[in-house]
């Protein structure tokens, strides 16, 4: 009793009496906020704000809102203000109010490149190798940008900038690209107040994968009612300036808009694409030879500047899938078809260029165009993914698969529609890298780095229609952006110390003569056991292709060029400087060591690309998905490449006309599906677009009641390009329906997109038996499973059974 009456006391003696002053405590600098200069008193009205702390931070007087528009795989020779055939207007006319430089260079990929515009440091530093799906586990190649580095959308947008990314991104682990994926490396979390793209290395343009800020959607309407990506991301683009002028008009912008131009697959309407008939008739040999010259005349390049051997590389390094077909030696049917899949890519460029026009157009109508620093460039060499005849369907690239005339030839009059994932030959890939020697995913050469690169700013840049031969690198788009801004990148971000800056601001440029010297002094290149070094106007390279399993990079041959000079790297001086050969293959490794650029790697796209990574999921042999859930993107779908797999649905038919996607995964350019249709069971597997369809239909009908369906593949050996050959087993129930022999693909389906849906085919229909979205309908999915476990289909079948039952 004595404790309670105690503490009962201590309570009391705590109670404010009526009538009796209390003092208040000694108010100190509030935690988290150091610097506060306001008044803290018990009472408000006794206290005095200090809104300091909270007032976001302006942008520096004057600043630029900045708009930077990046292509995909497009070499120095292709565009018209470089002399090349494809018109574009829009940056023909920046270019003439800005300036136009001749030697830009990227890393000879797209995950790399962009990674260095995204931070200013060398791809390796941001753990961007390659491309984000060939991530190895080594510090250089984890396909994850680490916290040693800052993006420059997080600077700006710490400064006062509205940050805006639109269309491609490729630089999310492919790990990530899920819906329950951690969205650390999406763009919001890299410094972007809003996103509208896609996440992926390429995307359907008829039937994009999109993603808005943090989640994935569905096209707002279909290509039967005019949609293009290029068209919709231009309207996204318009939409969110005009969102950010009506709340927000003083603070300026940067806007990161990457269409997916010129990346495969060319998809353009027959009304741009025709406006290039006959253009590149004459081939790729005599065009190459025509856009040096057209080079040489407006100033691009040097006189004597002379066009570099294509086939070069000897036999026992070449990658066959690289050579290039001399036009003479084609027949009329592949002339006429290599051809039209140039006219396509025009086309398909051209048309994006005028959807970048409204943009610019806006920002005129609204008064934003005088102080816009423009940024228009391309992120790496025209690609020679298209293999040397060419291919309707990019993805047999991948899967090392070889193209056929007949099968081609079949497309002629609808290359680049819905019907084709086309991508042209090798010989356009060198001719629109003219002059100089391979194209994209060569870092050695510089068809693969040298790419296009206009500026324009009114305000900023008064020596309009000028040409700038300083030789510079994507490393330097991100110091130049800080130092127009007056901004810096801040030596740590999160308590992590950062990278330094690998570029060189290019701003000194604005006011140059055009033969200035340059202000950088060396850049390493690799990619895919390719390498390089330029410095001080000397350039070694070795002599290596990619994605060829060769290795042996000691016994690697290199070779020396004094670029200065020979713009085309035409002129081997190794044997005349062996002492400068020497001292640049030191400052490779050097530059190798201060940037994680080993171990050095050249194994086949196959092997690479098919490579098992850690996810945040621990390894499981079965995969169970529902219905109504988003399309499960193919990076962390169920593999069921090269091995035996079975897929089982419970099912319930409550309508005799039941029909629809039970299970779909890919495209009409790879995939398969689970279907029900007039009554009968269908499986379809889509062999790279290649038809017939190999479709097994049940042998019987089914009619209303519970069902587990599904299908059995046992992989039995491999084809002639390593294709899977083996045997497929239809079921309803425990009853075999449908039996015979089926090939599947070795590799992905794609190399992004088209995931893995139940209930609903998204995008582009892997069969042509049913039309997006074919939704099932009539009846109820349970559950699906797919199973790579090895256990037979019938236990499976017993235990799935025993499931459906249950419910």
Not at 611 to 637: F, K, L, M, N, Q
Request: charged residues 20%; aromatic residues 10%; negative net charge.
């Amino acid at each position: 009793m004595a404790t309670r009456l105690i503490a009962l006391g201590a309570i009391i003696a705590l109670i404010p009496l009526p009538g009796i002053a209390q003092d208040a405590p000694e108010m100190k600098e509030p935690l988290g906020y150091p610097g506060f200069n306001g008044k803290i008193d018990l009472d408000v009205r006794d206290s005095s704000p200090d809104w300091t702390p909270f007032t976001p931070k302006a942008a520096p007087e004057g600043s630029p809102n900045i708009l930077f528009v990046l292509y995909d795989d497009t070499g120095l020779g292709a565009w018209s203000p470089y002399g090349g055939k494809i018109n574009m207007p829009t940056m023909d006319d920046l270019a003439a109010e800005g300036l136009t430089f001749t030697q830009w260079h990227t890393t000879a990929l797209c995950s790399p490149t962009r990674s260095t515009l995204l931070t200013g440091r060398n791809h390796h530093l941001n753990g961007m190798a390659a491309i984000t799906e060939t991530a190895d586990g080594f510090p250089g190649a984890s396909g994850r940008i680490p916290p040693q580095v800052t993006t420059i959308a997080e600077v700006l947008q710490a400064n006062g900038y509205s940050t805006f990314w639109i269309g491609k991104n490729h630089n999310v682990p492919e790990q990530d690209v899920a819906s329950g994926a951690s969205r650390t490396e999406w763009p919001l979390n890299q410094g972007f107040d809003r996103f509208y793209g896609f996440l992926g290395g390429e995307t359907n343009q008829w039937y994009p994968d999109l993603v808005e800020d943090n989640r994935f959607i569905e096209q707002p309407y279909g290509p039967e009612d005019g949609y293009h990506l290029s068209k919709d991301l231009a309207d996204q683009a318009i939409s969110m300036l005009r969102d950010q002028k009506a709340t927000n008009p003083s603070k300026p912008w940067y806007m990161w808009f990457n269409p997916g131009a010129n990346h495969a697959p060319h998809h353009a309407s027959p009304e741009w694409s025709d406006k290039y008939k006959g253009v590149f008739d004459e081939g790729y040999d005599v065009y190459r030879q025509e856009i040096t010259q057209a080079m040489i005349d407006k100033g691009i390049m040097p006189e004597g500047t002379v066009n570099t051997e294509l086939n070069f590389l000897p036999e026992d390094i070449a990658n066959p899938a690289d050579a290039v077909r001399p036009w003479d030696s084609l027949n009329d049917d592949e002339k006429k078809l290599f051809a039209r899949m140039a006219e396509v890519y025009a086309g398909f460029s051209e048309y994006t260029d005028s959807e970048v026009g409204r943009i610019i157009d806006y920002l005129k109508e609204t008064g934003q165009y005088e102080n816009t620093l423009i940024i228009y460039a391309a992120d790496n060499g025209a690609s020679g993914e298209g293999s040397p005849n060419g291919s309707v369907n990019e993805n047999k690239f991948f899967n090392g698969f070889p193209d056929e005339l007949e099968e081609n030839m079949k497309y002629l009059d609808t290359l680049g529609s819905a019907d084709t994932y086309n991508h042209y030959p090798t010989g356009w890939a060198a001719a629109f890298s003219a002059p100089f020697k391979m194209f994209k995913r060569y870092s050695n050469y510089a068809g693969g780095t040298n790419d296009p690169l206009v500026m324009s700013w009114p305000n900023g840049i008064k020596n309009g229609g000028e040409i700038r031969h300083q030789y510079h690198h994507s490393v330097d788009i991100v110091p130049t952006i800080l130092e127009i801004t007056g901004l810096e990148m801040p030596t740590t971000n999160n308590g992590v110390d950062q990278y330094p800056l690998s570029g060189v601001s290019m701003a000194y440029t604005f006011d140059a003569a055009p033969d200035d010297p340059t202000q950088k002094d060396v850049q390493y290149y690799t990619m895919l056991g390719t390498r390089g070094i330029w410095k001080d106007g000397w350039k070694a390279v070795a002599v290596h292709a990619p994605l060829t399993g060769t290795s042996n990079f000691d016994k690697d041959v290199w070779e020396l060029y004094h670029v200065d000079v020979d713009r085309s790297e035409s002129n081997n001086l190794a044997d005349q400087e062996p002492e400068k050969l020497n001292e640049l293959i030191q400052v490779w490794f050097d530059e190798a060591a201060k940037n994680n650029v080993l171990p050095l790697d050249d194994r086949s796209a196959v092997e690479i690309l098919t490579i098992e990574r850690p996810t945040s999921e621990p390894a499981r042999d079965t995969y169970v998905y529902y219905p109504h859930t988003a399309c499960v993107p193919e990076g962390v779908a169920v593999n069921i490449r090269g091995r035996d797999y079975k897929i089982l649905a419970n099912i319930e038919i409550e309508d005799e006309n039941t029909s629809g996607v039970v299970f779909a995964h890919g495209s009409r350019f790879g995939g398969h599906s689970l279907f029900i249709k007039d009554k009968k069971l269908y499986y379809a597997y889509n062999f790279l677009g290649i038809q017939p369809e190999q479709v097994f239909e049940s042998d019987v009908e089914l009619q209303p009641g519970a069902y587990t369906v599904g299908m059995e593949f046992d992989a039995t050996g491999t084809g002639d390009s390593g294709e899977v050959l083996g045997s497929m087993k239809l079921y309803v129930d425990d009853q075999e329906v449908a039996s015979g022999d089926m090939r599947a693909q070795s590799g992905k389906f794609t190399l992004s997109g088209d995931g893995l849906c139940i209930g609903y085919d998204s995008g582009d229909a892997v069969s042509q038996m049913y039309t997006t979205p074919g939704e099932f309908t009539g009846g109820t999915i349970q559950k699906v499973a797919v199973s790579v476990s090895g256990d037979s289909y019938e236990s499976m079948e017993a235990a799935a059974k025993r499931m459906l039952k249950r419910q």
